[in-house]
């Protein structure tokens, strides 16, 4: 899907680029969003500058990612969206020219196609590439933030649930299926914190090559945004640490919790197995059928074997007890 937002009567409006279309000359913002092979060479075919490929975004070199050609950036991040209770990862290509932005992306943050964040609505302010490029980025360090929030706030949760001193909220994480559920929770968010980390070092990584090589773009008034957009990320990036020490902790305790219902369980099953060792002793003495036994002959001599038995299990138990095993 093809995009574009040209600015007209100092507002950017939106309308999608049909096949045969010429693109408009007041043109500032092009954005494709998991274009096919024709979408995107019919774009490059209009700007005049080369257009990543899918495969091209998911190079890992930064020498792939962030180059200059011409005066042309071409700028790729790994980016992270929400979508309910889980989280898709893709990437997003900017490539910036004097005179346009262009966006290729795999994922769909909040922000950068819809209305209803207010984000979109500043993008329908943008008057130069520039203007867009830096409202993008904030738009992806907001939505980075938020997935940090959400991330934060299950395993404070968690927290709560494992040390609480109230039965119903213990009782919570029973429900919601014990240590599993811990644990399944712990997984995800600690994937998503990782791709959070991934996508902000890349983001921060390519403010700073702006801020460096490409001053000349951008008002002075830009470059303060830029500066603020890269302490943003320095906070996200300390925050990211401290949510990974906070869920090494909670994991730590559930893994510790685990371990102690499994010696609860072993040590009933030990108490349990010794209880039963007398009688099985005594059982199996009267078992052996032997002649010489006199106690076999004997008309007494069955109860008196089952009153050994249960006397010798009880007197087991009652000696544990008041060891205070059981």
Known sequence: ????????????????????????????????????????????????????????????????????????????????????????????????????????????????????????????NITTPEEAFLTINESLISHTADALERVEKQIESLTSSIFAKVPAQQSRIEELGGMSYVMHTLGQNGNLVMKVRHSIEWLERILNFLKAEAQYRFTPEEMKRIDIDIRDLHSLASHTNFIEQQ??????????????????????????????????????IYGMNFHNIPEIAKPWGYPMALVLILGSAIFSFLYFRRKGWV
């Open 247 to 284: 869920a090494s902790f909670v994991l730590d305790a559930a893994l510790g919790m685990i371990e102690i219902d499994q010696n609860e369980s072993i040590r009933w099953f030990t108490v349990i197995s010794t209880v039963f060792m007398p009688p099985t002793l005594i059982a199996s």
């Open 1 to 124: 899907m093809i995009t574009i937002w040209s600015y007209d009567h100092q507002k950017a409006a939106k309308q999608q680029l049909l096949p045969g279309q010429k693109l408009p000359a007041n043109t500032v913002w092009i954005d494709l969003f998991s274009p096919s092979e024709e979408e995107r060479t019919l774009v490059q075919s209009l700007v005049g500058f080369p257009i990543p490929t899918m495969a091209d975004m998911q190079e890992i070199e930064q020498s792939n990612r962030i180059r200059v050609n011409a005066g042309v950036f071409t700028l790729t991040i790994p980016a992270v969206t929400l979508e309910g209770d889980t989280h898709q990862s893709g990437y997003i290509t900017f490539v910036l020219s004097s005179k346009l932005l262009t966006t290729i992306r795999t994922i769909d943050p909040r922000g950068l196609s819809g209305n209803s964040d207010p984000t979109s609505r500043q993008i329908s």
